[in-house]
């Protein structure tokens, strides 16, 4: 599909429109052509109208805009290592609770965060207590 060229206005027949103001306040339809500084539109509920492009809003351009500056991938930048694994865990029900609680009242910032940073304490106590043994 080539490269489709657009007025100065950005309106082009086949854009999907919706007209802002006058007697067809609301409606929507599709660009047919343009003449005079007016537009030929197809309404949708049927019926043709010149309605000045300055009373549409047009949704083929926003899109079209869109897909222009769009970035190549969207998101966070991947890190060279991740730095979290998703996992399932059973929890029970009311450790659940009581930490959706704790969000609640601001006690944790999140139950995510929380059973982080309770673990790595935890982990960190053991290791500190009994060093591993290298031998299975």
């Keep these: 599909m080539g490269e489709q060229k657009q007025d100065p206005s950005g309106f082009q027949p086949g854009d999907k429109v919706r007209i ?7 409606a929507k339809g599709v660009i047919r052509a343009e003449s005079d500084g007016l537009l030929e539109i197809q309404l949708d509920e049927g019926g043709i109208v ?3 492009a300055k009373e549409m809003t047009n949704y083929s351009l926003a899109a079209r805009r869109a897909w222009q500056a ?8 991947q890190l060279a290592t991740p730095r979290k694994k998703m996992v399932s865990i059973r929890i029970d029900v009311d450790v659940w609770n009581h ?3 704790a969000v ?7 139950r995510e965060e929380a059973v982080n940073t309770w673990l790595r304490e ?3 106590t053991l290791f ?3 060093p591993p043994s290298n031998t299975l």
């Excluded at 769009?70 to 930048?77: T, V």
């Excluded at 609640?104 to 999140?110: A, D, M, V």
Aim: cysteine-free.
């Design 104 to 110: 609640e009242l601001g006690l944790i910032p999140n």
């Design 128 to 130: 500190i207590e009994e």
């Design 20 to 26: 802002r103001s006058g007697s067809y306040i609301g």
């Design 50 to 52: 010149s309605v000045p």
């Design 70 to 77: 769009m970035p190549k991938r969207a998101g966070r930048p």
């Design 122 to 124: 935890r982990l960190d």
């Design 99 to 101: 930490l959706g609680e």
